[in-house]
T-cell receptor, first 112, second 114 residues
Framework: GENVEQHPSTLSVQEGDSAVIKCTYSDSASNYFPWYKQELGKRPQLIIDIRSNVGEKKDQRIAVTLNKTAKHFSLHITETQPEDSAVYFCAASKGSARQLTFGSGTQLTVLP | EAGVAQSPRYKIIEKRQSVAFWCNPISGHATLYWYQQILGQGPKLLIQFQNNGVVDDSQLPKDRFSAERLKGVDSTLKIQPAKLEDSAVYLC????????????FGQGTRLTVV
């Protein structure tokens, strides 16, 4: 089955700096890659997603890039703010079932 | 719109006891998922329903876990008997259909088995 690896497990940045989280996947048939943000004790919430027919997608301060050949995708957050502090999960799925395989998560801390 | 509702929010039980979790998906969402999230890990899919039918339960430990969605709306997940390693947050998610639609998560039920 699919295996998703995520790095780093923890990341601390100064407010205003950029943060990058990287994920690799094993199944070349995977075609949908969402990113979820989970604040402590709260539900995971989708922040951005990308499909395999696109190499990059941007939404304000958040962008995701996908390299299908290398089977990796990354989340980029620019101009970080303290409210960006949370655990971020990448995930991958294939086909129409949308069964997500999640990475292990990255605890992002934005220092004021 | 109302989100995915789950209850209870917290549950503490002794090992070998039984427990049940309830999920009410977003109205009109045909697809429902149960995920298990162990502390410090990403959610892991247990079972997926499409309406009242099971799409995939390959990762559900069927010797102790069961789930149903009898009328294609609400769903229950049961553990009988519980083990210490079942301690986790159980997340329910729903999506409009199986295709290119976002999965919305509930707040989860935090289970502690002592």
């Amino acid at each position: 089955g699919e295996n998703v690896e995520q790095h780093p497990s923890t990341l601390s940045v100064q407010e205003g700096d950029s943060a990058v989280i990287k994920c690799t996947y094993s199944d070349s048939a995977s075609n949908y890659f969402p990113w979820y943000k989970q604040e402590l004790g709260k539900r995971p919430q989708l922040i951005i997603d990308i499909r395999s027919n696109v190499g990059e997608k941007k939404d304000q301060r958040i962008a995701v890039t996908l390299n299908k050949t290398a089977k990796h995708f990354s989340l980029h957050i620019t101009e970080t703010q303290p409210e960006d502090s949370a655990v971020y999960f990448c995930a991958a799925s294939k086909g129409s079932a949308r069964q997500l395989t999640f990475g292990s998560g990255t605890q992002l801390t934005v220092l004021p | 719109e109302a989100g995915v509702a789950q209850s209870p929010r917290y549950k503490i039980i002794e090992k070998r006891q039984s427990v049940a979790f309830w999920c009410n998906p977003i109205s009109g969402h045909a697809t429902l998922y149960w995920y298990q999230q162990i502390l410090g890990q990403g959610p892991k899919l247990l079972i997926q329903f499409q309406n009242n039918g099971v799409v995939d339960d390959s990762q559900l430990p069927k010797d102790r876990f069961s789930a149903e969605r009898l009328k294609g709306v609400d769903s229950t997940l049961k553990i009988q008997p519980a083990k210490l390693e079942d301690s986790a947050v159980y997340l329910c998610a729903s999506s409009l259909n199986q295709g290119n639609t976002e999965a919305f998560f509930g707040q989860g039920t935090r289970l502690t088995v002592v």
